[in-house]
């Protein structure tokens, strides 16, 4: 993660009306890709204190932040992204909620969360989509507010890491095709652009939600084909004296 500045600027515009609308729809769909999955382990990390995901059927749920902080639950674990203090092939199900946008190193943390994945489990990344109207919005933005100051990775970009890392892309999703506007009424006048572009099905919604699975080689030992050895025995003619 960044700093705990930006850390905190996120978690106080999530506490606008505009994140919570935004923080609404991720948490409806993380939730819907998590009823499917089953397992023994969950790992959470998100710049929100309180993410909670209640609908799955893992039991035991671990929330990782940088830092401790007041109110954190008691399952927090205070952890760097990029040095998870977690065994290798460990973890049924990890969601990243805009851990990747807030990350000095993306790359390392990606291949951290794969390393600590069971085989055939699941990672759910969530990120900002830079080829959306808040991408638009970003570039004549000075950097310095949330959401502004996250990376806004493009989801081709972030395909290709993940074939580095060994991990399979199962699914894409966009939501929230609405306008960055704090403003209900401007939002819905300007509603009609949204619309126009989840109806013709383009890839300009403000946040995309990944599924993806860690999926590992087996090889099937195959049997040494044995050549039969032909044994050679010198024939030779007896001698007179032999033959006597």
Known sequence: MLDDQSRQLFQDWYATELGERLLNHEHEVIERV??????YYLVQQSPLLHLT???HR????????PALELGAPDTT???????????PDSVDAMVLHHTLDLSANPHKDLYEAARTLLPSGKLIIVGFNPWSFWGVRRCFSKRLKAPWAARFIAHRRLEDWLKVAGLT???????????PLQS????????????????MKLPMGCIYVLTVTKQTRRYIPTKPRWKATKVRVPLTKPTIREIN
């Open 53 to 55: 995901l209640h609908n």
């Open 77 to 87: 674990v205070v952890a760097n992204m990029s040095e998870l203090p977690l065994e």
């Open 184 to 199: 209900p009424r401007w939002r819905q006048r300007t509603g009609f652009l949204g619309h126009c572009a989840q109806a």
């Open 34 to 39: 998590l009823d499917n999955m089953v397992g």
């Open 169 to 179: 892309l199962e699914r894409t999703e966009f939501l929230n095709f609405d306008m």
């Open 58 to 65: 893992i039991r035991e749920t671990i929330k990782l932040a």
